[in-house]
């Protein structure tokens, strides 16, 4: 195989004898992750000016 071709090989994972990462837990609140997920929703229909989007977004990961 050209060094090419081993770049585009589909190797399973479990092949290698490697597990699955799991990702790390969000350092929010499911309803900050809720408000966020709004947020940016706002933000990228230009419902929102940068300034805006990154002042509410502070306010929300200032809650407890």
Not at 36 to 49: C, G, P, R, T, V
Not at 54 to 63: F, N, S
């Amino acid at each position: 195989m050209s060094p090419t071709n081993l770049l585009d090989a589909k190797i399973p994972t479990g092949a290698l004898g490697l597990k699955s990462i799991e990702p790390p837990l969000l350092p929010v609140t499911p309803d900050q992750q809720s408000q966020l997920l709004d947020l940016l929703a706002k933000y990228k229909a230009n419902q929102l000016s940068p300034e805006e989007y990154y002042k509410r977004r502070t306010e929300i990961l200032a809650q407890p």
